[in-house]
């Protein structure tokens, strides 16, 4: 588990992954090479998984963002399980595919893409189709975003009586 100070130094972090420990040490109340420390610790535990900058999309040529929804099927148990290995592997492989999530209910996944045009999303499209026995897409262009967040509020599990 982590105490407060490790939610407060996680925070702070994902407000800003180049705030200074010495920053961050003043803010939480300790040294900075404890703080230096907790953070080694948290990135040991696999906690702090790594450091990005977050830009934007459109001013790189990547306006477009969709979802693409995809049902994999397979004859038997053993095809789906080798199906998903390969759709997996499709999807890493895709520098467009920004998120992919195995999902309940209808569909077999989720993925969040990205894109400069439709004709680019299409394309896109086309080659997940051609994969690993995917079987349907239904596909989600957005229109505009009013929110979009990369941190994970950190918050401590109470005690349960």
Known sequence: MIDDIDARILNLLQENGRLANAAIAEQVGLTTSTVFDRIKRLEKRGIIQRY?????????GKPITAF?????????NEDYLASKR???EVCLAEPDVLECHTVAGEDCYILKVRAANTGQLESLIERLRSQALVTRTTTNIVLSTFKEETKVT???AQDSD
């Open 52 to 60: 990005v900058a977050v830009v934007d999309p459109a001013a790189l």
């Open 154 to 156: 950190v918050t401590l």
């Open 86 to 88: 390969q759709f997996a």
């Open 68 to 76: 693409v929804r995809l049902v994999v099927g397979a004859d038997t």
